[in-house]
Structure formats: C-alpha cells, structure tokens
C-alpha cells in the first residue's frame, strides 16, 4: 500500500527566512502529487500539483514553488518567507480519483 | 468555478446519536469524496463515492451520491468519543486528476 512521508511536522521560521518541505511517497510509481494549504479552522486550498517528474502546476500565484526531482518526491519552497505563508501543509498523493494525505507541517511564520 | 457548500458548519451531539450531513454543488461531480481530519492531522479518506445514486457504507459511516450528481450526503450511527473532529467533502470532475473541490467542512462535537 502507498505511504506518504512528509515532515517536518512542525516549524516556525522567522519572516524573510526560506523553507524547504520534503514530501516522499512509497509504495506506487509515477503518482500525481499535491501540495494544499489549510488555514485554521479553514478548508484546503490547492496549491501545487506534478503529475510526473520535472511538471509543477500551480494553482494560485503566491510566494511559494514546488519542484519534482524525482519521481516519489515533492518539495515546497520560499526564497523569503511572509507571514501570510503561515498554515498547515500537506502533502497528497492521487491515485485512481482518490487523494490520500501525509500528516502535514504546521509552519509558523513569525 | 465550483464551489461546495457544506452543512452544518457545526454539529454539537451526545454520545450514541446520529449525525447527517450534506454538500451541495453548483455544478456536477463524478466522483465524491468524504474525509475526516482530527487536531493537527492530515484529512483520513473515509468514502469514495463513483456512480449516481450510489449507497456506501463504511462501518457506521454510510454516504450517498446525489441522484443530480450536485450533492452528497454522509450519515454516522451511534456517535462514539472518537467520531470528533472536522468532516471534509470532496468532488471530481474526471480528467482533471486528482484535482478536488473541497467544502467548508463540519466540526462535529461530541458532549458528555
């Protein structure tokens, strides 16, 4: 079955500083890839998506890019964080019309 | 573009009740999706939902696809303590990969 690693679970970056975050699927090969933002107490905003190597859509402008190194990685990235930046990531990985989450990084931006 | 609206935004219920809730959509899904996210957690996928009509059970979770394909519905029996926590639907439209429209989500409370 397919694992999703994502991490850190928790971060708190000061604004201008940049930020990587690792999301690492295993158990499937060529997945679609996803990164959603959440708000607090809010829905899920689509960020990014890859459907294969090297291919990022983004979805909404903003101070955040995604990368596709691999096959079974997604990275979400800021040169110069802002504090709007802050929220609860997470990592999807699509297959056959389902989306299945990691357990998110809780990133704070202060 | 499609918007999903979600109700209740919240349900406070005691223990052993049951719990409906509903999303509705502007425009046609084909596939529809419930989830549930607990404090801190990523959203765990509860049902998938692919045909008109459609009646799905998991556990004491039943969900229904829409007739219209504009809305689905999510039914919980005998609420228990650990049934706490945010309620997400989801639709797709095919073509789009894994693209979902999400709702508003329900936080349901369980009280003493």
């Known amino acids: 079955s397919q694992t999703i690693h994502q991490w850190p679970a928790t971060l708190v970056q000061p604004v201008g500083s940049p930020l990587s975050l690792e999301c690492t699927v295993e158990?499937?090969?060529?997945?679609?890839l996803y990164w959603y933002r959440q708000a607090a107490g809010r829905g899920l905003q689509l960020l990014f998506y890859?459907?294969?190597?090297?291919?990022i859509s983004s979805e909404v402008p903003q101070n955040l890019s995604a990368s596709r190194p691999q096959d079974r990685q997604f990275i979400l990235s800021s040169k110069k964080l802002l504090l709007s930046d802050s929220g609860f990531y997470l990592c999807g990985l699509g297959t056959n019309e389902k989306l299945f989450f990691g357990s998110g990084t809780q990133l704070s931006v202060l | 573009g499609q918007q999903l609206n979600q109700s209740p935004q919240s349900m406070f219920i005691q223990e052993g009740e049951d719990v409906s809730m509903n999303c509705t959509s502007s425009s046609i899904f084909n596939t529809w999706l419930w989830y549930k996210q607990d404090p801190g957690e990523g959203p765990v996928l509860l049902i998938a939902l692919y045909k008109a009509g459609e009646l799905t059970s998991n556990g004491r979770l039943t969900a229904q696809f829409g007739i219209t394909r504009k809305d689905s519905f999510l039914n919980i029996s005998a609420s228990i303590p650990s049934d706490v926590g945010i309620y997400f639907c989801a639709g797709l439209i095919w073509g789009r990969n894994e693209k979902l429209t999400f709702g508003t989500g329900t936080r349901l409370t369980i009280i003493p």
């Open positions: 890859s459907v294969g190597i090297g291919q």
């Open positions: 158990g499937t090969s060529n997945p679609n």
